[in-house]
Nanobody
Framework: QVRLVESGGGLVQAGGSLRLSCAAS????????MGWFRQVPGKESEFVAA????????HYSDSVKGRFTISRENAKNTVYMQMNSLKPEDTAVYFC??????????????????WGQGTQVTVSS
């Protein structure tokens, strides 16, 4: 059974930074891709970033491109997201996602079988 555990959320002022981590566990877990979605109450989940596990290619939403950086540590089955220049509109619950099968649409939530419990990120103005 695959389990994703996020950490690193919190409260930060606008312009500040946070680093999210997501560790995946599971005896036979071998991801094709991992990434992050976010959600605010009353809205659908929104793609943030994803990374291909084999070659490290990164994908970003336009809203975070240039401010967020996703990276991976293969040996630890861990994905990170460095979030800089945070804005109040980045406030959301951030969910780690992963899939072991081929991902085509990296920004499609339907592509990812495994989801973490989420970590709250709050950016004050």
């Amino acid at each position: 059974q695959v389990r994703l555990v996020e950490s690193g959320g919190g409260l930060v002022q606008a312009g500040g930074s946070l680093r999210l981590s997501c560790a995946a566990s599971g005896r036979t877990f071998s991801p094709y891709a991992m990434g992050w979605f976010r959600q605010v109450p009353g809205k659908e989940s929104e793609f943030v970033a994803a990374i291909s596990w084999r070659d490290g290619n990164a994908h970003y939403s336009d809203s975070v491109k240039g401010r967020f950086t996703i990276s991976r540590e293969n040996a630890k089955n861990t994905v990170y997201m460095q979030m800089n220049s945070l804005k109040p509109e980045d406030t959301a619950v951030y969910f780690c996602v992963a899939d072991q099968d081929r991902v085509v649409d990296f920004d499609g939530p339907y592509e990812y079988e495994h989801w973490g419990q989420g970590t709250q990120v709050t950016v004050s103005s």
